[in-house]
C-alpha cells in the first residue's frame, strides 16, 4: 500500500496553499492513503475548534471536512486536530469504502494532551471500537498519537490483531535516536510497518522528521514526491515535504526465527553508573533470585535499604511480548508496596547471535526506555545491561567479570511515567485508564 506521509510546516504562512499542493502531489503519484501529522493545519481550523469529536454530529462535521480533502488527494485521508475540549484526535475518512472497508473511524490520545481518553466518562466502554483495525482495500493498519507510542499496550492493541501497519501521528520536536527505538521496537514486537510522520518546526528541524520500519525493523525507503507527482530522493526533514512509502503486508510465523535488520545502536560503547546502589553478579543472578519472595508469578520483591527492588522475570521470548512484560510490571501484588524500583530479568537458555543483534538487542532497550527501568538480558554467551536517562537515552551498562551496577535512581518504573507533570502533560490518576485497557485485553485475548 502506498501511503503518503506530510511533514506539514504547521506555522507556515500559507497553509491553505500548502495543504492543497501536498494533497495534489499524493494525487499524482499513486498515493492509497494520505497522513497529515498530529494537530494538523488546514482551512477548516476555525470550524474544528468549536467542535467535540464525542459529538456524533460533531464529529460527522468533522468527517465531511476531511472528505473534502480526500476528494482533493484522491485517497482516503488520516487527520488529527484538537477538539473544543482540548482532546487530540486522529480521524480517518474514506469517502469511497465498500464492503468491509471503514468508512470512518476516530482515535482520541492517551498522554501528552490536555484531556485524554482516560479522563472520558466510561472510557472502558470505547475499547472495543478505539482500537478497532481501519480497513482499507486488503490492508489493516491501526492509529496512535505521538507519546502514546510510548505506551506498548496501545500499539499491541492493533498487533494483537494482526495489522499490516500502525501509524503514529506526532507534532514533532522529538529526538531522533529515542524515537527510532520506540518506533521499531514497536514494529518488531508485533511485526508489522510503524510510520511515523511529524508537524515540521524550523527551530527543531532536526527533531522534525518521518520515520518509517517494516516488520523485519529495516527502514522503508521514503522518496519525497516532486509536483508532477515523480519521486526523487531527499532529506527525511522538508518542511511541507510529502513522501511515500510502499508498505508492505504484516509478516508471519515464528517471531524469533524471522530474519531482522541490525539494530543501528547495536555497538554503542558501555559504561559505568556514576551513582551504584546495587551490584549483581550476573552468573549466580539465579540463584540470588531464588531467595528472593515470590509476590506474584515472575515476579519477585528485594528489601534494598529503605527501598524495594522489583525483580520482574521473563524467560526467554517472554521479553518480545508487551503484554506478558506489561502484566507483571502492573501486577495488582505491587500495589502496597512502596518506594519500589524495577529491574527485568531475562535468561535465555541459548540464543543466536543474529536473533540478539536483530531483535532482541532492539526490545531490551526499548523495555528500558518504555517503563524506565533496568533491563539484564543473560544468555550462554551474552550478556546485557541496558538503563535510561531522565530523557530517555539509552545507557549500555558496563559489565565486568560478570558483576553489573545498577543505579536504582533510574529504575522507578510505572511510578515515574504515571505522576502529573508539566511536560509532557501525563496525570497520575491516568493510570488506572492504562491498568484497565491490560485488563481488558488480558480478558479478551486470554493472556
Known amino acids: 500500500m502506498k ?153 499491541r492493541m492493533y498487533g494483537l490483531q494482526g495489522v499490516d501497519l500502525i501509524i503514529n501521528q506526532t507534532g514533532g520536536h522529538v529526538d531522533r535516536k529515542k524515537w527510532t527505538y520506540h518506533m521499531r521496537g514497536r514494529a518488531l514486537e508485533n511485526q508489522c510497518s510503524v510510520l511515523s510522520t511529524m ?9 522534525s522528521y518521518v520515520f518509517a520500519f517494516d516488520g523485519a525493523g529495516d527502514a522503508l525507503a521514503a522518496p519525497i514526491i516532486a509536483g508532477n507527482g515523480q519521486l526523487r530522493r531527499g532529506p527525511d526533514n522538508m518542511p511541507d515535504g510529502v513522501y511515500l512509502v510502499d508498505v508492505p503486508k504484516a509478516r508471519s510465523g515464528e517471531i524469533l526465527s524471522a530474519k531482522h535488520g541490525t539494530d543501528p545502536f547495536l555497538n554503542q560503547e558501555a559504561s559505568s553508573n556514576k551513582y551504584v546502589h ?54 495488582p501484588a505491587l500495589a502496597q508496596i512502596q518506594d519500589k524500583r524495577y529491574i527485568l530479568v531475562n535468561q535465555w537458555p541459548s540464543l543466536e547471535q543474529s536473533a540478539y543483534e536483530g531483535l532482541v538487542a532492539s526490545i531490551l532497550r526499548e523495555r528500558a526506555a518504555e517503563s524506565y527501568c533496568a533491563a539484564i538480558l543473560i544468555a550462554p554467551t551474552i550478556q546485557e545491561c541496558i538503563q535510561v536517562g531522565a530523557s530517555k537515552n539509552i545507557q549500555r551498562v558496563a559489565i565486568r567479570n560478570g558483576n553489573v551496577e545498577i543505579d536504582l535512581d533510574r529504575t522507578t518504573g510505572p511510578e515515574s511515567y504515571w505522576r502529573t507533570k508539566a511536560t509532557p502533560l501525563i496525570k497520575a490518576r491516568w493510570r488506572k485508564g492504562y491498568e484497565a485497557l491490560v485488563a481488558y485485553a488480558s480478558d479478551r485475548w486470554n493472556f
Request: proline fraction near 3%; glycine fraction near 6%; charge should be negative.
Open 278 to 331: 546495587l551490584t549483581l553478579d550476573l552468573n549466580r543472578l539465579q540463584e540470588r533470585l531464588s531467595g528472593i519472595p515470590e509476590v506474584s508469578a515472575g515476579v519477585r520483591v528485594l528489601r534494598q535499604g529503605k527501598q524495594n527492588v522489583v525483580f520482574v522475570l521473563l524467560e526467554a521470548e517472554e521479553m518480545l511480548i508487551p503484554e506478558v512484560v506489561t502484566a507483571r510490571l502492573y501486577s
Open 199 to 207: 508537524a515540521f518546526y524550523e527551530e527543531g528541524k532536526t527533531n
Open 3 to 155: 501511503v503518503a506521509l506530510f511533514l506539514q510546516n504547521t506555522a507556515g504562512d500559507e497553509i491553505e496553499t500548502s495543504v492543497q499542493l501536498a494533497l495534489e502531489k499524493a494525487r499524482a503519484a499513486g498515493a492509497e492513503l494520505f497522513v497529515f501529522p498530529e494537530h494538523a493545519a488546514s482551512r477548516f481550523d476555525d470550524e474544528l475548534e468549536d467542535l467535540d469529536i464525542l459529538d456524533e454530529n460533531d464529529f460527522e462535521t468533522i468527517v465531511g471536512f476531511v472528505a473534502e480533502m480526500c476528494e482533493e488527494a484522491g485517497c482516503p485521508v488520516l487527520f488529527s486536530r484538537c477538539d473544543c475540549d482540548g482532546a487530540i484526535y486522529s480521524v480517518y475518512v474514506n469517502p469511497w469504502a465498500e464492503g468491509e472497508e471503514t468508512e470512518s473511524k476516530y482515535y482520541l490520545k492517551h498522554v501528552a494532551t490536555e484531556c485524554s481518553l482516560f479522563d472520558v466518562l466510561d472510557y472502558e466502554g470505547y475499547f472495543d471500537t478505539m482500537y478497532e483495525p481501519i480497513v482499507l482495500g486488503n490492508f489493516t493498519f491501526g492509529q496512535t498519537i505521538c507519546y502514546d507510542a510510548t505506551l506498548p499496550m496501545v500499539s
